[in-house]
């Protein structure tokens, strides 16, 4: 077949490549020549910000990413963490906005299937998914069709493949309605002496092709990811790729056998980028080249070119590189599995990425010039100029109202405080038997298979602080995290983070992001826990409103004892509450005031990184010794809620009898969102060793009251100030999610 | 008693199934994978739960002609039991070897969560150690459950005592607000005349495990191991 001539490379297509005049300038160097139109295309993507990191990649470089325990940090396709036994869980959150936003099915969908195909790769079999997901106010119908989708879209790809998605958070904002965010985590467990590289090894080893077939579906989604959004962002639905669960689970049953065999050199996923970055990630992690026949991809459609071959990102592929001689051994494992399968090429030792389609040339490039060679970027930071003025308020201004009973109940019915079952029971969260602890709890908690252990994972960002302060914001992240892991009886062991963020080019978003990093890298190292992989997804903003920071931070824990797991909620009437952790005047950001209605300002609740640790060390030893029945992290909508939440949110409900002694402002005691606080519950023989180890902790701890009766009661220094059914909260706080999903206008 | 777990392109519930019965009962297990022709002898074969062939098309329809299914037909005709959950119910209800169609939940989407079942037949293999009316708590997780049969056969079916499970409440009471899915007489299960084959939406294998709070799914296995 004769392929049509190539047009010319004008300066128009080159800037519809995304690529600047100086960085055309930089590949003519680089190469001596004019790169061709596949080679342009090549050049494009690789150097797009969304896989060449490019803005980031100097802020990213001072996380703290080493630890003991670490096997394999950032660079790879997922982060590696040693959890004894033999074992390791291998873990990544990683970010599908832009797609979701334009198509939210199948953007979500996929980005579901991305993720897991970066755990499985490494060969690891995914055990658990978690999603965070950003949305506009429900009130917008085109929030609640983006909310609908995007669940739907996670839903019908995760259930079908059948890894359970066991936890996350929602949260809903103005600043998202025109830039939703859909961060996917999913964590693995593989033996740690079979974890599996990138890395195309041995020159003349032949290249497998495995999956679905290549069609023209997502080219140049990485570019589509790496710009804003404006009104022609509809006409970009053709870059969304479309996703076949199906085929993916194929894909990695295949993969875990074939995984088995000593003789797989490396894989690699077929991710942003395709064929292209899978092959020049794979040559330049080897310091090596590589040959490939493009005639013999396995292709959706006649008349593809080159250029839509390497450029094309049709979902559920994957590369593989075996010892020569068994390609045919390889090819029949796949095909039992009725999965397409080639060889595509082979390894070479030139260090040059050259393809060749319809027996002629198309493409021959230095792997490290396209993969090294993009121009250095420093992007200039400024603080921004709305930060004086929101961070000079204070609650001064504010009227304290007499009781709490009507702010509770909005705030248990606002949709980022409500329950969110009914989003959680569309998602399969119990397939494959681990899920110790369902959906609802602060962390989710699996079992690792075949072991006495378990893990707890929670993902947090509250963006809110992270716009007041997005320094004080990601430390408030990582530490929220921690705390619920801790809660559930984890002990953090390592962390992952996905940045979302606007327009990099923005010199105040990049203070943000610069921001937002050393915050986060500094608690990591004050609590020692390793980042070990981790996403960056820029250019979040539509029509110049970029989103808040949202530095979205996932936190694995290890128990060593599976039975020795904790749950939020109450488990018996008669058992007395407590309070680990101090409550001071924080109502700066916090969802009281969004209830008010009040405009976001004020400081961020301060985080003091070493009474966080005293408080969660000493939760985490009253878990382990079993002397709670429960405990909970107070987060949006302070202590009140997280007591009404211990009340309902288990499987049974359970009324309170609370009495508060502070001369705290009633509102701020009520509603303020200090850190470092934890509720919890236990028998009243554990009372006295209770208040000892928060002595010897030198941590703040009281006793707040009961479990039990019907109604919850709060009372402030002997005055009542809340008083209500119990059930009647629960139903608000049951409800009120649900409500918003059956609408239909 | 000697199992054997089908392999379906999709199935995901295949290993949960394989587990309870193996380590939790130790009784000899056995994959049985969709492509093979010819079927040994077995006591019980289970349809595990998953989406066989994506679901596409319809949830089972595929399923039913891969060449292990015809061996399955002929063997659960002959009498052997076969336990087909969730898509195995869906495979066995496309397949014939039980009556009606699975249909989208009323709600329009998947559903995941632990519901109650009331015992509606205790004269089965798969319910003989159940108290007639005791009430399970087992966890569903389906788009599409919603049980129908025409008029005349649903008479059938509850003359000849085949409705074996409907969702209920957790004090027994069974009417449309304990119907998760739609199912015509809130119907999660069904056997064949002879109540070798059972189809049920449920999901017993996720219960069954003494490491569970709740562990419902065991009366199935108990049942099924008594009776062999």
């Given at each position: 077949m004769n392929s049509t001539p190539e047009p010319p490379l004008t300066e128009a297509l080159i800037a519809e490549h995304g690529l600047t005049p100086a960085e055309y300038q930089r590949i003519q160097e680089l190469l001596g020549r004019d790169p061709n139109l596949t080679e342009l295309g090549i050049f494009s993507v690789m150097w797009s910000e969304h896989c060449s990191y490019k803005s980031s990649r100097p802020h990213l470089k001072t996380l703290p990413t080493e630890g003991p325990r670490v096997i394999q940090g950032p660079g790879e396709n997922a982060g590696v963490v040693d959890i004894g036994d033999g074992l390791a869980v291998v873990f990544k959150i990683e970010s599908h906005n832009h797609p979701s936003f334009i198509e939210p099915h199948q953007g979500a969908a996929t980005g579901v299937g991305g993720i897991m195909r970066d755990i499985f790769t490494m060969g690891a079999r995914p055990l658990a998914l978690l999603d965070s997901l950003r949305f506009g106010e429900l009130s917008e119908p085109h929030t609640r069709y983006l909310f609908n989708g995007v669940v739907a879209g996670i839903s019908a790809y995760g259930n079908c493949v059948g890894v359970p998605t066991v936890g996350g958070d929602i949260y809903f904002d103005a600043c998202y309605s025109g830039n939703i965010l859909v961060n996917v985590f999913c964590l693995g467990v593989a033996r740690a002496d079979k974890i599996f590289l990138g890395k195309a090894g041995g020159v003349g080893n032949p290249i497998l092709y495995v999956g679905a077939k290549t069609g023209r579906d997502g080219i140049h989604g990485a570019s589509m990811a790496s710009a804003e959004f404006d009104d022609a962002t509809e006409e970009k639905r053709p870059t969304v790729q479309v996703g076949d669960p199906f085929t993916e689970k194929l894909l990695l049953e295949a993969c875990l056998e074939i995984m088995k065999k000593d003789w797989v050199v490396g894989v690699q996923d077929m991710g942003a980028a395709g064929l292209t970055s899978a092959s020049f990630e794979m040559a330049d992690r080897a310091g090596l080249g590589i040959a490939i026949d493009l005639d013999r991809v396995p292709l959706r459609e006649d008349g593809m070119t080159a250029y839509d071959i390497m450029l094309s990102e049709s979902q559920e592929r994957m590369v593989f590189v075996v010892e020569q001689g068994r390609e045919e051994e390889a090819m029949a494992i796949f095909r039992r599995w009725d999965l397409d399968t080639a060889v595509i090429g082979q390894v070479t030792d030139d260090g040059f990425l050259r393809a060749s389609k319809d027996g002629r040339p198309a493409i021959n490039l230095p792997i490290a010039a396209v993969v090294e060679g993009a121009l250095k970027c420093e992007r200039p930071t400024r603080r921004p100029a709305y930060l004086d003025e929101v961070q000079a308020w204070t609650a001064e201004s504010l009227a304290i109202p007499?009781?709490?009973?009507?702010?509770?109940?909005?705030?248990?019915?606002?949709?980022n405080i409500a329950s969110k079952h009914s989003v959680y029971e569309q998602y399969d969260h119990m397939v494959r038997l681990n899920t110790l602890v369902l959906p609802g709890s602060d962390a989710a908690v699996i079992r690792v298979p075949g072991t006495q252990k378990a893990l707890a994972i929670s993902v947090d960002c509250n963006s809110r602080f992270c716009y007041l302060d997005p320094y004080a914001g990601a430390q408030a992240a990582v530490a929220e995290s921690c705390r619920n892991v801790v809660c559930s009886g984890?002990?953090?062991?390592?962390?992952?983070?996905?940045?979302?963020?606007?327009?990099?080019?923005?010199?105040?978003?990049?203070?943000q992001f610069e921001q937002a990093v050393r915050g986060l890298g500094d608690l990591c190292q004050i609590f020692d826990i390793p980042v070990v992989s981790g996403n960056v997804s820029l250019y979040n903003e539509t029509k110049g409103e970029a989103i808040y920071p949202t530095p979205t931070i996932a936190v694995v824990g290890l128990l060593e004892d599976l039975t020795r797991y904790c749950t939020q909620w109450f488990k018996a009437a008669g058992h007395e509450i407590g309070l680990i952790g101090a409550t001071r005047e924080d109502l700066g950001g916090s969802e009281y005031l969004k209830q008010l209605g009040e405009p976001l300002r004020g400081k961020p609740?301060?985080?003091?990184?070493?009474?966080?640790?005293?408080?969660?060390?000493?939760?985490?030893?009253?878990?382990?010794?079993?002397r709670i029945e429960s405990a909970h992290d107070c987060s949006e909508g302070g202590l009140a809620v997280a007591l009404a939440e211990s009340c309902f949110s288990g499987p049974e409900v359970f009324?309170?009898?609370?009495?508060?002694?502070?001369?705290?402002?009633?509102?701020?005691?009520?509603?303020?969102?200090?850190?470092?606080?934890i509720v919890i519950s236990f028998t009243s023989g554990q009372r006295e060793e209770i208040q000892a180890r928060a002595q010897q902790s030198a941590v703040e701890f009281a006793v707040l009251g009961k479990v039990g009766g019907s109604r919850f009661q709060v009372a402030i220094n002997?005055?009542?100030?809340?008083?209500?059914?119990?059930?009647?909260?629960?139903?608000?706080?049951?409800?009120?999610?649900?409500?918003?999903?059956?609408?239909?206008? | 008693m000697k199992c054997g777990v089908v392999v379906f392109p999709g199935s995901n519930c295949d290993h949960d199934s394989y587990h309870v019965l193996k380590h939790l009962y130790g009784q000899e297990t056995h994959w049985i994978w969709h492509k093979d022709q010819v079927l040994e002898p077995f006591d019980l074969i289970v349809l595990p739960g998953g989406f066989s062939y994506g679901d596409y098309l319809r949830p089972g329809a595929i399923a039913r002609f891969s060449p292990i299914m015809k061996s399955i037909i002929k063997y659960a005709n002959a009498g052997g039991r076969v336990l087909g959950i969730c898509n195995g119910f869906q495979i066995l209800v496309e397949s014939?070897?039980?009556?009606?169609?699975?249909?989208r939940n009323a709600s329009q989407k998947f559903i995941c969560k632990y519901v109650h079942l009331r015992v509606e037949s205790n004269q089965t293999p798969y319910t003989s150690r159940c108290e007639k009316n005791a009430v399970l708590k087992i966890p569903v997780a389906h788009a599409e459950g919603g049980y129908f049969v025409e008029p005349e056969t649903l008479k059938a079916l509850e003359d000849q005592d085949r409705i074996i499970l409907r969702y209920s409440d957790a004090a027994g009471r069974s009417d449309a607000t304990t119907n998760p899915n739609g199912s015509v007489g809130q119907i999660a299960g069904v056997a064949n005349a002879e109540k070798n084959v059972l189809g049920m939406m449920p999901h017993p294998e996720r219960c069954a495990d003494p490491l569970w709070p709740d562990r419902d799914g065991r009366y199935i296995f108990d049942s099924l191991i008594h009776s062999s």
């Open positions: 007499d009781r709490g009973d009507a702010m509770l109940k909005e705030l248990l019915g606002s949709p984890g002990e953090p062991i390592g962390v992952t983070n996905c940045l979302n963020f606007g327009n990099p080019e923005n010199p105040e978003i990049m203070w609740p301060a985080l003091n990184p070493e009474v966080e640790k005293r408080v969660q060390r000493m939760c985490l030893e009253l878990i382990r010794e079993g009324g309170a009898v609370i009495g508060l002694a502070s001369d705290v402002r009633q509102d701020a005691l009520l509603f303020g969102e200090s850190h470092s606080r002997h005055q009542g100030c809340i008083d209500q059914d119990i059930r009647m909260l629960a139903d608000i706080w049951k409800q009120a999610l649900t409500r918003y999903g059956k609408r239909l206008d | 014939g070897l039980l009556p009606g169609a699975l249909r």
